[in-house]
T-cell receptor, first 113, second 107 residues
Framework: DSGVTQTPKHLITATGQRVTLRCSPR?????VYWYQQSLDQGLQFLIQ???????AKGNILERFSAQQFPDLHSELNLSSLELGDSALYFC????????????FGPGTRLTVL | DAKTTQPNSMESNEEEPVHLPCNHS???????IHWYRQLPSQGPEYVIH???SNVNNRMASLAIAEDRKSSTLILHRATLRDAAVYYC????????FGTGTSLTVIP
């Protein structure tokens, strides 16, 4: 158990819908990272937050957004969902900005029908 | 960003040492080299990281070439639980995991 929790575990929805994925980092970790893993594209870095502020952006679509709240939990919002958004979404946390040791959650499996 | 090259797959017999290579010839002087692994149906798991010197922890050892253009993750005695995809990531890749090396451990 990494100490990072993600909810829900599974999510099934339809195209065009909007969903919110939630992540609680390990106690004391200030950085939160979001990743997408699909069969054809491997593990893709989406975005990083540090102590409430966006610090790095990867291959995140404009339809996706994230935020980190004062209690350090984070949410990833996915809107106008497409079939290709079906994937595993992982959240990770680390103590510092550099992310030298990231702890990953169990992931949320999103299925878009 | 530093480009990395890892073999797509490797095999090892159980209880034998495994050396997983990674080339990162364009790494910058300040980039740490991180290794993660992902077991089937799980999230990635941190293994080890280093800058210049060789590093050891309870999971593995990391040998870094003197010119830092390559590194090797060493599992001293492979177990079935070590079967996973292993990713080598220089910091400057901003957490680009690539395709990694899929390690099969043969009983």
């Amino acid at each position: 158990d990494s100490g990072v929790t993600q909810t829900p575990k599974h999510l099934i929805t339809a195209t065009g819908q909007r969903v919110t994925l939630r992540c609680s980092p390990r106690s004391g970790d200030l950085s939160v990272y979001w990743y997408q893993q699909s069969l054809d594209q491997g593990l893709q870095f989406l975005i990083q937050y540090y102590n409430g502020e966006e610090r790095a952006k990867g291959n995140i679509l404009e339809r996706f957004s994230a935020q980190q709240f004062p209690d350090l939990h984070s949410e990833l919002n996915l809107s106008s969902l497409e079939l290709g958004d079906s994937a595993l979404y992982f959240c990770a946390s680390s103590q510092n900005l550099a992310g030298n040791e990231q702890f990953f959650g169990p992931g949320t499996r999103l299925t878009v029908l | 960003d530093a480009k990395t090259t890892q073999p797509n797959s490797m095999e090892s017999n159980e209880e034998e040492p495994v050396h997983l290579p990674c080339n990162h010839s364009t790494i910058s002087g300040t980039d740490y080299i991180h290794w993660y692994r992902q077991l089937p149906s799980q999230g990635p798991e941190y293994v080890i990281h280093g800058l210049t010197s060789n590093v050891n922890n309870r999971m593995a050892s990391l040998a870094i070439a003197e010119d830092r253009k390559s590194s090797t993750l060493i599992l001293h005695r492979a177990t079935l639980r070590d079967a996973a995809v292993y990713y080598c990531i220089p910091t400057g890749n901003q957490f680009y995991f690539g395709t990694g090396t899929s390690l099969t451990v043969i009983p």
